[in-house]
């Protein structure tokens, strides 16, 4: 079993930054892909990012490549998003997900899921 717990969100301002990061516990993360989802209110989940095992290849949605960048810190257990050039659109509540070895970019193939945080960007 592997539990997620995010956290960073909050209330920002369009064109800013933040933060977020998924502290896993009860199992190394060193063999598992990690993603970062969003859900914003009356939507389905949104694949966001997601980076590989290794941590060596990460792969991104049309709609925050070039302004978010994941990273994952295996000895620390830990993933990052970081989120730059907030929009509006970007409201929702994140989630971090985690599967064995390779990501993909479907929910359903994730095995393990944090509560969430909630990402709030003003225009």
């Known amino acids: 079993q592997v539990q997620l717990v995010e956290s960073g969100g909050g209330l920002v301002q369009a064109g800013g930054s933040l933060r977020l990061s998924c502290a896993a516990s009860g199992r190394t993360i060193s063999s598992y892909a990690m993603g970062w989802f969003r859900q914003a209110p009356g939507k389905e989940h949104e694949f966001v990012a997601a980076i590989r095992w290794s941590g060596g290849s990460t792969y991104y949605s049309d709609s925050v490549k070039g302004r978010f960048t994941i990273s994952k810190d295996n000895a620390m257990s830990t993933v990052y998003l970081q989120m730059n050039s907030l929009k509006p659109e970007d409201t929702a509540v994140y989630y971090c997900?985690?599967?064995?070895?390779?990501?993909?970019?479907?929910?359903?193939?994730?095995?393990?899921w944090g509560q969430g945080t909630q990402v709030t960007v003003s225009s």
């Open positions: 997900a985690a599967r064995r070895w390779e990501y993909s970019a479907s929910s359903s193939m994730y095995a393990y």
